[in-house]
């Protein structure tokens, strides 16, 4: 959400800005509303102020304007609801060194790491080096959990819980507060975090909520998170945070649950995109201040890649376009492992700069002197897995069909060689 100031002396901007990240807004029927709240805000003000100076003899000009006024806010809170729907998807404008483009095809290449592996022998994928090393059971996962259902076992299940609290302790040496946050939502979280309503189709809704200790059944519409980070931003939801508390460094782990419905017909196959998985996320609170939040984008950037150089796997970073960077992104960048199978990278990690957009929404402050800000905020993926076992099992096989153990696990799995 943009301060509707903001917009009114920047509209020119704003309709580029829409154009560019494609949201389906029209920019002037937005400030037609927000003309048209105004004035009847105003006149609702100056009636009452009428009715409140008459005197006792003027009963019947008392009632015309009672009616008057409950006409008007009839008709304001009519607007004031289409308005409120309008300004959750007006899209946050984006840094000067964004790339202008309509889709994928526009984002654009920042720098690579790691040689690609060159093999002497035919490649299998993560599914076959799955099967031969009882590491992965799509087919069993299928069965019990239906379409991109699978189980991890053996090694790959060591693997990705090893690599999880790996992760987790650099993050808590880093300065981060660790949290293990809820997944099941309410909606006010997943407006704040922007997951509504642009991603609504992507989240679970919870059909039996369950009930309360009164035995009535619970009402409020409950969801499953996607990611940790609405649930990490929404602790710090209608907070007025001091100066000195910034900037405030939290990392979550979760499971996460997406419903995929925007990839049908998309990597059908594997581990790449699934229903459910486990992340571990950082998220943090900053100043209201550019440079500053860019600052810390490049420093959550830095994590994920010496993660991926610790596990020497090879990477490269992609900034994103205007046209896919979603509309709450004043910066981002994906950056993409190497996975041998599909003889490309593949997306592993996202970090993102949203400036105030969300703590707008949230309503999350600090105090700057004797003035209040809105704090900036940033997300960045630590690791996410099984997906990055994908690159791991494809990028580390071996010719007699085993898998080596990345260096910085095997003293997580006491072993250096999957057989």
Not at 226 to 246: K, N
Not at 334 to 355: A, C, F, Q
């Amino acid at each position: 959400m943009l301060d509707i100031k903001f917009i009114r002396q920047n509209k020119d901007l704003m309709k580029e800005v829409v154009k560019n990240k494609r949201i389906n807004l029209d920019i002037d029927e937005l400030l037609g509303l927000d003309e048209k709240r105004r004035e009847l805000i105003q006149k609702t003000e100056e009636l009452r102020s009428r009715q409140n100076k008459l005197t006792k003899d003027d009963i019947e000009k008392g009632r015309e304007i009672k009616v008057t006024i409950k006409e008007m806010e009839t008709e304001l809170k009519e607007i004031e609801k289409k308005y409120q729907e309008l300004m959750l998807i007006v899209p946050n404008v984006y840094s000067s060194d964004t790339p202008v483009g309509p889709d994928e095809r526009g984002n654009q290449e920042v720098c690579k790491w790691g040689r690609l592996p060159r093999f002497d022998f035919p490649i299998k994928d993560h599914i076959q080096l799955g099967k031969d090393l009882n590491l992965i059971d799509l087919e069993r996962g299928v069965k019990t959990a239906g379409f991109r259902g699978y189980y991890l076992k053996n090694e790959a299940a060591l693997m990705s819980l090893a690599l999880i609290w790996h992760c987790v302790l650099k993050m808590k040496k880093r300065g981060f507060t660790i949290m293990v946050p809820p997944t099941i939502l309410r909606e006010f979280a997943l407006i704040g975090s922007g997951h509504f309503p642009f991603g609504r189709e992507e989240i679970y809704q919870i059909a039996n909520p369950g009930k309360l200790a009164d035995g009535n059944k619970i009402s409020e519409t409950l969801f499953l998170a996607g990611t940790a980070e609405p649930s990490l931003l929404a602790y710090f939801s209608g907070r007025i945070l001091e100066s000195r508390e910034l900037p405030i460094k939290v990392c979550g782990f979760s499971p996460c649950y997406r419903s995929e419905i925007g990839s049908y017909g998309k990597d059908t196959k594997g581990l790449y995109r699934l229903h459910e998985f486990m992340k571990v996320e950082q998220v943090i609170l900053c100043a209201n201040n550019i440079e500053e939040s860019n600052r810390y984008l490049e420093e959550m950037r830095a994590v994920t890649q010496e993660i991926l150089e610790e596990l020497k796997l090879p990477y490269r970073v992609i900034q994103i376009c205007t046209g896919d960077m979603g509309a709450g992104k004043f910066k981002m960048y994906d950056v993409e492992t190497w996975m041998p199978s599909r003889n490309s990278y593949g997306e592993t990690h996202s970090d993102s700069n949203l400036t105030d957009w969300q703590a707008r929404r949230l309503n999350i402050k600090y105090r700057d002197g004797n003035e209040k800000k809105f704090v900036y905020t940033l997300n960045n993926t630590v690791i996410a897995s099984p997906r990055i076992l994908i690159a791991i099992l494809e990028n580390y096989q071996q010719k007699d069909g085993s898998v080596k153990v990345p260096r910085v696990l095997q003293k997580y799995l006491g072993i250096s060689r999957i057989k």
